[in-house]
T-cell receptor, first 116, second 120 residues
Framework: GAVVSQHPSWVICKSGTSVKIECRSL??????MFWYRQFPKQSLMLMAT?????????EQGVEKDKFLINHASLTLSTLTVTSAHPEDSSFYIC????????????FGPGTRLTVT | AQTVTQSQPEMSVQEAETVTLSCTYD???????LFWYKQPPSRQMILVIR??????QNATENRFSVNFQKAAKSFSLKISDSQLGDAAMYFC?????????????????FGQGTILTVHP
């Protein structure tokens, strides 16, 4: 149990376009979802925390207008990178948690974004 | 704010040997959780072991065990009988046990990571 999926696993987009990444909890209802960004051989950097039905809380230094997060249901959260630029190329990881599961975070497999 | 420090960017071990990864953290809280996560080349984050701060007994999971020293704010991971499949990046992480409503509720604070290489 506690499986989290992400789609797509890899996406290439052109500079200036927007790209949406989906994060789904497959077998539980996630009250909270987290979005992370990770550069090669570096740690995970938390971008934002989203709770179902409410606005996401962004970490300091993360542009909320550039990284749009929507948590429309208890099983789906989306991250949209708007007007992507090459410096947005990175590995994006989501995680989901539910109080009934001890508030553990269950991680998705990640999405590799390449902006050309 | 809490911080987690992993001072070993890279470690290596021979297959079947034992290796210890270090982690220290800083917090003013008394109740919290500590974790070790493994990130293999696939980059899927895998929970290795979890420790609750109020428990004095060190957590163990098969070949993985921790040495939790609360007063010293130290949380090291020992991998016994290392296997080739243990090769990965390992992250130490902290999570507050504070209730809902706090700004840090549920958040994980990660260390910098340690790349573990296992030699056959």
């Amino acid at each position: 149990g506690a499986v989290v999926s992400q789609h797509p696993s890899w996406v290439i987009c052109k500079s200036g376009t927007s790209v949406k990444i989906e994060c789904r909890s497959l077998d539980f209802q996630a009250t909270t979802m987290f979005w992370y960004r990770q550069f090669p051989k570096q740690s995970l950097m938390l971008m934002a925390t989203s709770n179902e039905g409410s606005k996401a809380t962004y970490e300091q230094g993360v542009e909320k207008d550039k990284f749009l997060i929507n948590h429309a249901s208890l099983t789906l959260s989306t991250l949209t990178v708007t007007s992507a630029h090459p410096e947005d190329s990175s590995f994006y990881i989501c995680s989901a948690s539910f109080r009934g599961k001890g508030n553990e975070q269950y991680f998705g497999p990640g999405t590799r974004l390449t902006v050309t | 704010a809490q911080t987690v420090t992993q001072s070993q960017p890279e470690m290596s071990v021979q297959e079947a040997e034992t290796v210890t990864l270090s982690c220290t953290y800083d917090t003013s809280e008394s109740d919290y959780y500590l974790f070790w996560y493994k990130q293999p080349p696939s980059r899927q984050m895998i929970l290795v072991i979890r420790q609750e701060a109020y428990k004095q007994q060190n957590a163990t999971e098969n070949r993985f065990s921790v040495n939790f020293q609360k007063a010293a704010k130290s949380f090291s991971l020992k991998i016994s009988d290392s296997q080739l499949g243990d090769a990965a990046m390992y992250f130490c992480a902290y999570r507050s046990a504070l209730g809902a409503g706090g700004t840090s509720y549920g958040k994980l604070t990660f260390g910098q990571g340690t790349i573990l290489t296992v030699h056959p």
